[in-house]
């Protein structure tokens, strides 16, 4: 009888671990960068590298952003510069909405809210190897309260 839990909790495990894993397939890197005192100095620059093996394939790239439920703005504006492997650099100011004209909350959670926005979607990475992207928060102000995280989330597109 022990023998016959041992090997279906065995079971049990083995294929929850294949579900988990078969769900996130896609991933290519995913990564998060702590604020310290969830206080963004506009100095402090948040850097994510990650590898490309895969030419060929199209990759959706999404910024994450971790914020208070009380921070004060609906939006929080970006520098982002990524850069190749090649050398070549690109810089990007992006406005990043995170609640609605009413106020709503576009992320999910609870005291700290979780937001995955699209940045680059069925985007080619040109040459293989290291690219890094970098990110400044732009809002005019040298210390920004209300951010906890940022994220860096690079998956595959699946071919259909």
């Known amino acids: 009888m022990k023998k016959r839990i041992k090997k279906v909790f065995i079971l049990l495990i083995v294929f929850s671990n294949v579900f988990f894993i078969s769900c996130d397939r896609n ?6 960068e702590e604020i310290p005192g969830d206080v963004w100095d506009n100095k402090q620059k948040i850097n994510f ?31 982002v510069k990524s850069s190749a492997p090649n050398g070549l650099v690109q810089i990007d100011t992006l ?13 999910k959670g609870g005291d700290i ?20 992207v970098e990110y400044e ?23 259909k």
Request: aromatic fraction near 14%; proline fraction near 2%; charge should be positive.
């Open 113 to 132: 809210l979780n937001l995955q926005m699209p940045w680059k979607m069925n985007v080619r990475f040109a040459h293989k190897g290291k690219y890094s």
């Open 27 to 32: 991933k290519v890197y995913e990564g998060f």
């Open 49 to 79: 590298v990650f590898e490309i093996d895969d030419t060929l394939a199209l990759h959706n790239v999404y910024i994450h952003i971790r914020h208070a439920s009380n921070y004060q703005y609906k939006n929080i504006w970006l520098f």
């Open 137 to 159: 928060q732009a809002m005019r102000m040298e210390q920004l309260p209300g951010i906890a995280q940022m994220g860096l989330r690079v998956e595959k597109v699946d071919a």
């Open 95 to 107: 406005e990043c909405n995170l609640a609605d004209d009413l106020g709503k909350w576009y992320g």
